[in-house]
């Protein structure tokens, strides 16, 4: 488990790095133990067959697939965050999940890729910032979570922007596939974003007595940052709606024009046609066929009803306009 790591926090301030414990920790004297397991999964399936906890717990934290979710059982919590993925070359929408294991003295954290979250806390922990209880630090890693998401979402609000400039400039300018790309991005992590607020909403009104006024003060802190991009979140994809719709109205009306100067096209022709039709019809009695001057009488004729043609539908108001 190389890449486990585990820490012990005074209360005071200051954090040191330990060895990793072969199962559960001892409970210090003063302060917590934060154990933060990343790596193989059957090498933390094992840490926690050692650590002898609640098999409830286990399972929840071991679990395959998880959503945001609080739940308070036996005086500890467990509670299922997630973060946007930051690693090069990976979707940031592919949300990462962290699984927290908290009690008076305990914190457990489990993640199966990186977070960059929870590394900046860690950092910030062994500069000598590091959080005095447990509610403290999970509501530290939450805000570090939402500060992590919050450039994502500022730039798909900037891709937005910018699709929407493209509009009004002309739809033919618009790439679909781009406005499918920022909705997408928008309803998948707006899916995480809404029950990790009602999550850390709910964490912050439980009734758990180590869960002192500061710490859930910082809870609520980042219960409502992440109300906000969930907010944010919201707007982002009505606004792709509406550009979605103005795109619809204008290819529509372009095409709309285009029929019409096809139907006008149909329209004068239709009476041509029908008069050279006449004229050339297989049987006798037909109108100028001794006479030379014949032809170019009913070009002369043709003319005539293609400018009547063009003068009705100008008064009708189908050709004209702007």
Known sequence: MSESRAFRLNGQGAAEEIAVPDGAPEQPGTGFVWVHLSGKPEEIDAWFERADLDPLAVEALTADETRPRCTVHDGTILLNLRGVNLTPGAEPEDMVSLRTYLSEWLVVTLQRRPLYAVRDVIIESLAGQAAVS????IARIALRL??????????LNERIDDLEDQVLEGAGSVRRGDLADVRRMAIVLRRYMAPQRDALTTLEIEETGWLHGPDRSRLREAAERVTRLAEELDAIRDRAQVVHDQIMDMRSEAMNKQ???LSVVAALF?????????????VGGIPGAEVGWAFWGVCGLLLVVVAFQLWLFRRMGLIGKR
Not at 134 to 137: A, F, K, R
Not at 146 to 155: I, K, L, Q
Not at 275 to 280: E, P, Y
């Open 134 to 137: 447990p509610g403290e630090l």
């Open 146 to 155: 939402a500060d992590r998401a919050e450039p994502v979402v500022m730039s």
């Open 259 to 261: 029929m019409l100067v």
């Open 270 to 282: 239709l009476p041509l046609g029908l008069i050279t039709g006449l004229l050339g019809i297989n």
